[in-house]
């Protein structure tokens, strides 16, 4: 009993302190997912446009969340969690989502976000159920998702001259 009011006790203090989570869902690599810890679970929104994506969570599957550490960033917790997908409009929806609201930076709609994320997207409750895994050995080091997002491309062909330039002066 004691060791669960500790793991308990852990996942919450992690979560709500992190700004982000790893999410993994069923045969979904895992994603780095912003969050807010509300009455005992930790929320998410998304899937809609300009939201983040939130694939593989599915109402009544189960994800596993990793919680890194603020500070320093190392992985502190991995518990698992059964997902809650809530209906717009319902109380639990509406305390759900004034926490996210707060917390969601630069949304384009300002105070006009709860309508478009109850139109457009999804807000899903990540409740722990309990169990936590155990601390892997290895770094689970993994190569990035693929993404449309860049910004490679070649140097421009005056920018030498012009740091080369701007040296000189100094």
Known sequence: MTSEL?????????TKKSGLVWVKGPGV?????????????????????????????ADGATAEVTVRSKDK?????????????????SEAWEAAVAELKGKRLNAPDGEAVPQRWARE????????????????EGSLAEAPLPTPA??????PAGLPRLLLKRRKRG
């Not at 997207?121 to 892997?136: D, H, I, N, Y």
Request: charged share 20%.
């Open 6 to 14: 500790l793991d308990q006790a852990l996942v919450e203090e992690a």
């Open 29 to 57: 690599p895992a994603r780095a997912l912003w969050h807010v810890w509300h009455e005992g679970a930790a929320c998410v929104v998304g899937d809609g446009p300009g939201e983040q994506p939130l694939p593989g969570l």
């Open 73 to 89: 960033g190392g992985r502190l917790v991995t518990w698992t969690a059964r997902v809650v997908e809530l209906r717009p409009g």
């Open 121 to 136: 997207c999804r807000v899903l409750r990540l409740e722990p159920t309990g169990s936590l895994a155990p601390l892997p």
């Open 150 to 155: 860049t910004t490679r491309r070649p140097v």
